[in-house]
């Protein structure tokens, strides 16, 4: 069977270019490699109306069916990874492989941080409703978006604010439990935006699935050190895919 098609699904307030080392990389070993622009990022006009995870999905779904691409190995990348969990939940046919990096399966906030913040933010509107100190409200709701861990949710604009609200509300719990193709999560060591304890967690989560860790570096993993990230894709296939999926892989091409 021909060598699988990898398709690279971004994070949220990126975009397909920043992923170019990783395609390039993958080109050069000799896969086909497609990295997609969602709606709302890069080139892909925002949608004009608040985007769910399933529509994301069958926007993904959409766009592989017109590059006649049936059953890739997506790699998700953070908001990505949310997309190409519930696009393994709703197209269970069409996917080969799961790679999943940074991805927030788990909030990374504890709950009693969000709900001190909750509190907080409500204290706070009271606060600076007065109008001798309505001049700071801009400033505050920036600092405590950050605090908070939601500094996209303050940048985005229009319909894109909300659907980021709706996207980090919709659990996965249930689309992790019932994945049913090989998983591979991938974490950045000094990942602090989604820490590794998340990536351990969606691996006790998802049945079969393995969790490998890159020392020195980020959040930003799959681009920072592609190399390194497609070695360890290449490892999870050849050892625990390709007899079951009939996977032919190419010889590299130093």
């Not at 307030?13 to 920043?18: A, C, D, E, R, V």
């Not at 046919?93 to 799961?98: C, H, S």
């Not at 060591?189 to 079969?208: A, F, H, N």
């Amino acid at each position: 069977m021909k060598n699988p098609v990898f398709v690279i699904l971004h994070g949220w307030g990126l975009s397909k270019k920043i992923f170019i080392p990783l395609q390039e990389e993958l080109e050069r070993r000799g896969y086909r490699a497609v990295s997609l622009d969602l709606p709302g990022f890069g080139e892909c006009k925002s949608p004009e109306r608040p985007y769910t995870l399933n529509d994301y999905a069958k926007y993904v779904r959409m766009v592989l069916e017109k590059e006649h691409i049936n059953d890739p190995i997506l790699i998700g990348h953070s908001f990505g990874g949310r997309v190409g969990l519930r696009y393994a939940t709703l197209y269970k046919k069409n996917i080969r492989v799961l790679v999943l990096s940074g991805t927030p399966g788990y909030t990374p906030v504890s709950r009693t941080k969000l709900l001190f913040f909750i509190v907080l933010a409500k204290i706070g509107k009271r606060v600076l409703s007065l109008p001798t100190l309505s001049f700071l409200t801009e400033m505050i709701r920036k600092w405590y978006y950050y605090l908070v861990g939601a500094r996209e949710y303050y940048r985005a604009e229009g319909t894109m604010r909300e659907t980021f609200k709706q996207v980090v509300s919709e659990p996965l719990v249930d689309d992790m439990k019932h994945l049913h193709v090989p998983c591979l999560l991938i974490w950045g060591e000094k990942d602090s935006i989604v820490p590794v304890r998340i990536g351990v967690k969606m691996k006790q989560t998802i049945p079969g699935s393995m969790f490998e860790m890159i020392e020195d570096v980020g959040h930003n993993v799959p681009y920072k050190k592609p190399k390194e990230f497609v070695d360890v894709i290449e490892r999870f296939i050849k050892k625990y895919v390709s007899s079951n999926l009939s996977i032919s892989f190419s010889k590299h091409r130093n």
